[in-house]
């Protein structure tokens, strides 16, 4: 299994350079069903027709064999049905997208953009059957957050496929800190869509001291000043790893017995807690309602909009870095075209237009000089203030010294689940 | 026609087939395999198995039993205050609501326009710490700085109590527009205080809304989750939040299910103690 | 014709007996006291509808910035996908608000006026899915239609509701149809009348308000589910299942501007039904009642 991997890295690698042109030649003739054998980039497809295909071979994987091969490096069909969250690309005042006609007009491709995703769980429940009956989800790319990538690897409900071959630009233009994430080794599945910090905030008009450190939000003698002003986050996931951080604990290397001395700091501070928050932790932020909380990065950039005083913390003891991801559901249609999305968004240009809209940490640092452009070009202050904001704000662009400070979720596998959400649930539950 | 007139008997039988299969083929259905998921043992990755696994349930209400009792506290709560408050309410549209009796019941169901999260962001607002309400009445001396209505157990009632009145309003008020005010009158002609009129001919006349009404407000408000979640805190989780956290975060299907079939068996439980207080009342007749 | 227009006189026409002051702020009490209740109602409308004017800043609608009618220049073409989602909202409110009252109205009539086998059973039947907890029904559902191979769209989030709006037809309806005086039907069929007639102008006007409550409180709750939707819709989506993801980045004003234009309209509705009446009154008058 091991092998395997790095024989495809290897053979990546080895054939790097001039990678556009071939593949460009390479679509065009496995499309038109040619034989292709003369070609080292079929490899994967060879592969894949001797049954060694490199597939979804991480961890405890218990993908079904019969579809464990790599999707991409064929014809698009001209078609992408793409899931996606509310609000999470750019839209002009007419509600249309200026990336997806960008995309259409570039590729040829057609695009059924659904905002569909409202929760990864709840979305997860609704394509799992589907994926259960080894059926088509009636998606080809959906954003998916990275500890659902992790879980559904597991499962075996992800297509794979060659970032460096069919995702280019990824590999070119991604900041270093998503290549290779640990819960998608080699990005075999997955690029990031947009990430984000799962941190602290705190409102200063509230708030005394100067807020720098998880012990400000877990000591009890602390948070007793601030009782019933303090917020929480609901996702166990969230909120378990930002414990362990408080911890000194790294979470990827996080056991079930680290999991229970979270859920004992979390009873402890259970009492000054006002409530375990989702998306609604902004309003109680922005109203006064809540003085020290949980929180995520994109909404404080938001909210500064409405009271600049609010303030981000990444503690001294670290934060967790989310990320969205662009996957293929296994089974989907239209591979091909959905692996022509993942790159066509990975181009600088592209990524600035959306992170102008989003906000969210662009997974492309190039991005930040084109958006600095794009404010100078501006026709009015206006804009140019506002795209200053953009380019200039951590929360967007964060340093290599923030990021350096950040982990991600643990991947947990099926049994670790389980114990996490029973211990998170007697923490938020009782 | 003529051949129906024959089979009268045959009448009720064709009014309920529809409704009687949706209901067989859309709820009873879907409800059996909830029950033979709840006696199901395993996990999504490696699938479940039909082990009958009937202990499930007694482990169940041990676990969530604070749940469950409060739940059906703030069901009975809210309840009585949908009664309190709507009853009153839909008397004056029925008998008082002359030519405005629809406008004032298209408004109480106004908010269901809205949608929830609308609805409680705007609440939100309204009852905030140091909102324009609060803030305010902090600023006079009234209220101790510390004090908050959100994040409450008073907060969660009220919201369920504001989200289920219409459900208590509508069948109140079609109970009570049905009785003819001449009924009320002659009480009244017969020398009966207002007071007696109302005990001995109107109340005894709506007890079949009042029945229904106190049943579409009590089950919603015990299985409710949304307002807990999103009005309350960790003093205030309902049992349909365990069971939407066991369904949504942890997929532990059995134990989700095997939750709500004891949530439905209390439920109906209740309602039959409640029908036999109210002697003499069946069903909703 | 309908009822409401010949009791409303009735309601109208003050008590015999003598009005002294206190019974004369005795009257008042009931219709101040709705008034508050219906304040109390409609006060996150009030709310609701003041930001939709917002002037917003960042993505989020909490803190007010100033005022703007830019929100509703752009509120049908800022985004797109909503505008679908409510076109969807009131298609399946609709639908499954006639289709749940019909065969709900008939269950009704045979549950009060037929004597038949399986009573007992029948009404467990009806009850059970209001008794039973949201999120069950539709992870439920979701099972079977999975499993029956069905793909989720619009007909199956109609489906659903038509079966949970079913038993709140069934129960609102019946309070009324139950205590339905008879003798009136039978006096009618007496005086010649067949028996279509008889329901067309006898039965019909006499139950039609506790159809409209009930097809009133289907619509209700058929426009704001989101549980049993949720499971249910595939790749639809409706207005609440949009506002819920949108309100992960920030719920837009437009929604707030499209909630205000709906409370809007049913407002012209009642005012328009209201007029209607009065003039059918008015032509009807004086003491032209047909009974």
Known sequence: MHDESSIERAIARALRPGRRLSRRRFLR???????????????????????????????GSAAPSASNKVVGGGEPAGTLNFANWPLYIDQDDNGKSETLRMFTEATGIEVNYDEKIEDNQSFFGIIQPALAAGEDTG???????????????RLGFLEEFDVATSVPNFVAN????????????????????????????????????????????????????????????????????????????????????????????????????????????????????????????????????????????????GAILWVDNMTIPKGAQHPNDALAMMDFVYQPEIAAQITEYVNYICPV?????????????????????????????????????????????????????????????????? | MGWLRRHRSIIPYLFLLPGGLWLIVFFVLPL??????????????????LTFNFAIFPESIMRWNEQFVRSLQYGLIVTILTMLIGYPMAYTIAFRGGRYKSALLLLVIMPFFTSFIIRTISWKFILADEGFVLGTLKDWGVLDPSFRLLATPMAVISGITYNFLPFVVLPLYVALERIDPKLIEAANDLYATRRQAFLKVTLPLSMPGVFAASLLSFIPAVGDYLNAELLGSRQTTMIGNVIQRLFLVNNDYPQASALSLVLMVGILVSIFIYMRVLRGQELGT | MTSAATTAPRSDAPPVRRASLATTLGRLILPVYTGLVVLYMLLPILVMAAFGFNDTEGRFNFVWHGFTL??????????????????????????????????????????????????????????????????????????????????????????????????????????RFAAFDRS?????????????????????????????????????????????????????????????????????????????????????GMGLWVLVQRRDRLRSAPGATDR
């Open chain 1, 29 to 59: 003739d496995s499309g038109r069903g040619a034989i292709v054998a003369g070609s080292a980039l079929s490899l994967p497809a060879i592969l894949a027709a001797c049954g060694i295909g490199p597939a979804g071979s991480t961890a």
């Open chain 1, 139 to 153: 998606y080809d790319l959906m954003v998916i957050t990275d500890w659902l990538v992790g879980n559904m690897l």
């Open chain 1, 174 to 317: 991604a900041a270093p800190k998503y290549h290779d994430p640990v819960y998608d080794p080699d990005n075999r599945h997955s690029v990031p869509w947009q990430s984000g910090l799962t941190a602290m905030a705190y409102n200063p008009a509230l708030v005394s001291e100067e807020i720098t450190s998880l012990k400000q939000l877990f000591d009890p003698a602390f948070i007793e000043k601030y009782s019933g002003k303090i917020g929480m986050f609901t996702e166990m996931r969230d909120t378990m790893n930002l414990t362990l951080l408080y911890l000194g604990v790294d979470p990827a290397k996080a056991t079930v017995a680290d999991a229970e001395r979270a859920r004992d700091v979390l009873m402890a501070q259970a009492p000054y807690v006002r409530g375990y928050y989702g998306n609604d932790f902004a309003q109680g932020l922005a109203d006064g309602s809540l003085a020290i909380t949980m929180a995520w990065s994109g909404d404080i950039f938001q909210l500064q909009f409405d009271n600049p005083d609010l303030k981000l913390v990444v503690p001294e003891e």
């Open chain 1, 365 to 430: 640092p190039a991005a930040q000089e084109v958006i600095r452009q794009h404010a100078e070009e501006a026709d009015n202050q206006d804009d140019a203030d506002y795209l200053n904001a953009v380019a200039d704000s951590e929360l967007v662009f964060p340093s290599e010294d923030m990021l350096s400070r950040t982990y991600s979720y643990k991947v947990l596998d099926e049994d670790e689940e389980r114990q996490w959400n029973e211990l998170f649930g007697e923490v938020v539950q009782g």
């Open chain 2, 32 to 49: 059996l395999t909830t029950l033979s998921v709840s006696l199901q043992e395993g996990s999504l990755g490696s699938g479940y198995r």
């Open chain 3, 70 to 175: 830019e929100n509703w220049l752009n509120v049908f073409s800022r985004y797109p996908a909503l505008n679908e989602a409510l076109i969807n909202s009131l298609i399946v409110a609709t639908v499954s608000t006639v289709l749940a009252t019909t065969l709900g109205v008939l269950m009704g009539l045979a549950l009060t006026r037929y004597e038949f086998r399986g009573r007992g059973p029948l009404n467990l039947l009806i009850f059970l899915p209001i008794a039973t907890p949201e999120i069950v029904l539709g992870a439920s559902l979701l099972a079977l239609f999975v499993s029956a191979e069905i793909s989720r769209n619009l007909t199956t989030i109609i489906i659903a509701h038509i079966m949970f709006n079913l038993s709140y037809v069934v129960v609102t309806v019946r309070a």
């Open chain 3, 184 to 268: 009136l039907e039978e006096a009618a069929m007496d005086l010649g009348a067949d028996e279509w007639t008889t329901f067309r102008k006898v039965t019909f006007p006499l139950i039609f308000p506790g159809i409209m409550a009930a097809a009133l409180l289907a619509f209700a709750l058929s426009i704001d589910d989101f549980v049993i939707t949720q499971f249910t819709s595939g790749q639809t989506s409706t207005f609440p299942l949009w506002v819920y993801g949108a309100s992960r980045i920030g719920v837009p004003p437009q929604v707030n501007v499209m909630g205000t234009i709906i409370f809007l309209i049913a407002l012209v």
